[in-house]
């Protein structure tokens, strides 16, 4: 009798301590000791992340550090207000119209609040206009990962002709003509003469200014275990967990700085967009784009690289049913085959409640903050 008391009293102390080691917080948790775990101010000690063993280089969320500059570009102060005159000044496009702050416009969050941005004689553009926070912690730029860097990148919307319109040496000639000039790029390189490279130079240094203030995420996970709401919190955790979203939004840049198909292509239809296949020409690109960061979310909308989502829970949503993809059977069995997109298979149905999707939704709000006040230049040099 006392032996089997014996082995029913390891059997239980054993199952507790595993269900203890176990334990994920799922729905129903005790949300005061998740509060306690994430407020921590140790990341190692949370809840493990639910990451596929296809994820590359994951990264745990948490503070952003400091923006990584190239050596051949070190930052200055005159280079950082010069470059903000030149992101401000619409000579740098063909028409004298059109600025970068044309599109992306601090108080919309960098971008422009549209589905599709517009540009020179008011055209159309394809995808949707890109936040610029926290533009300098990525590897790659633009939705498709056609610039590699953001001395390089500049030169793409100059030359674009829905956008700025005009040869990028023809531009740079533009501003060597304006002697206001040359004192300041003088006082940023150490020299008067202006050329495309400086111009490039000045305006991807001023656009590495545009980092994210600190989230009451951020002072979250520093140790104030007050700075998120119940929801939040619950949010944050769903984030990492059953939700999923941490295979690809992951770091402190919540991007992994990967490319992914997350069944948008739009295929087969007019707005079909293959992303990075359009220009690695391989297929296993087709329809990848690049992790956008989701710090300040909730002010860069309209979402996804075709403005198609206006609403957060509209994505929560699709995320949650695995993002079908609707592939026009008329295709099918043609030639066009070859070129059939497939979603990550990172990508699956989460079975959220609707409650869950509302905390997804209240965590995103707590990594956004107030538009920034950016004061805006007015005197330009003549
Ligand atoms: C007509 C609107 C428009 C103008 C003007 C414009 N952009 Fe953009 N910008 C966009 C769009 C649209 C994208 C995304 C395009 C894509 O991925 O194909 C983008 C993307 C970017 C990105 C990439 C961000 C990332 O995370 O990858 C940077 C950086 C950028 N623009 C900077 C600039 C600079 C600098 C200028 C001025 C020289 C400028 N833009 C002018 C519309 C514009
Ligand atoms: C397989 C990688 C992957 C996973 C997992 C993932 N995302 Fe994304 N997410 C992306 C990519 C790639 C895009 C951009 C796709 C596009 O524009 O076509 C994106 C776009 C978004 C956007 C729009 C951001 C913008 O600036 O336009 C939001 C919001 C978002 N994801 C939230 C989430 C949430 C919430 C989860 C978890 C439920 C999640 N994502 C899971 C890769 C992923």
């Given amino acids: 009798m006392k032996k089997t008391n014996l082995v029913i009293g390891v059997i239980a102390i054993a199952g507790i301590l595993t269900c203890l080691s176990f334990k994920s917080y799922n729905e129903g948790d005790d949300i005061a000791a998740l509060r306690a775990i994430y407020s921590s101010g140790d990341s190692t000690k949370w809840p493990k992340a639910d990451i596929d063993s296809n994820t590359v280089g994951f990264q745990e969320i948490g503070r952003l550090g400091a923006v990584p500059y190239p050596t051949d570009n070190l930052p200055n102060a005159e280079k950082v207000k010069l470059g903000k005159l030149l992101f401000y000044d619409p000579r740098l496009s063909l028409s004298n119209q059109i600025a970068c702050a044309s599109c992306h416009d601090p108080q919309l969050g960098w971008g422009d609040g549209k589905k599709l941005g517009f540009g020179h004689d008011r055209k159309l553009g394809k995808r949707n206009v890109m936040t610029l926070f926290n533009a300098g912690f990525y590897q790659k730029l633009f939705w498709?990962?056609?610039?590699?860097?953001?001395?390089?990148?500049?030169?793409?919307?100059?030359?674009?002709?829905?956008?700025?319109?005009?040869?990028?040496?023809?531009?740079?000639?533009?501003?060597?003509?304006?002697?206001?000039?040359?004192?300041?790029?003088?006082?940023?390189?150490?020299?008067?003469?202006?050329?495309?490279?400086?111009?490039?130079?000045?305006?991807?240094?001023?656009?590495?200014?545009?980092?994210?203030?600190?989230?009451r995420f951020d002072v979250f996970v520093k140790g104030n275990k007050e700075a998120l709401s119940d929801d939040e919190v619950m949010g944050l955790h769903l984030f990492r967990t059953k939700a999923r979203c941490v295979n690809c939004h992951n770091g402190p840049l919540f991007s992994d700085n990967q490319f992914h198909n997350d069944g948008q292509t739009l295929w087969g239809t007019a707005n079909e967009d293959l992303g990075q296949y359009n220009v690695t020409k391989n297929k296993k690109d087709i329809g990848a784009f690049k992790t956008p960061s989701l710090r300040e979310v909730g002010i860069t909308g309209p979402w996804f690289h075709h403005g198609n989502f206006t609403e957060l829970k509209d994505i929560v949503s699709t995320y949650n049913l695995g993002n079908p993809a609707n592939i026009p059977k008329k295709y099918l069995g043609t030639p066009r085959d070859s070129l059939l997109p497939k979603t990550s298979p990172i990508i699956r149905k989460l079975n959220l409640t609707p409650k869950e999707q509302e905390q997804i939704i209240a965590f995103l709000q707590s990594i956004t903050n107030q538009p920034p006040r950016v004061k805006i230049p007015v005197d330009f040099p003549m």
């Fill in 144 to 215: 498709d990962g056609r610039a590699k860097s953001l001395e390089d990148q500049a030169r793409f919307p100059v030359a674009d002709h829905v956008e700025m319109n005009i040869d990028p040496h023809e531009m740079a000639e533009k501003i060597e003509a304006i002697e206001g000039y040359k004192p300041l790029f003088k006082d940023a390189f150490g020299s008067d003469t202006i050329n495309l490279d400086k111009i490039l130079k000045a305006i991807a240094t001023f656009e590495r200014t545009i980092v994210s203030r600190k989230s």
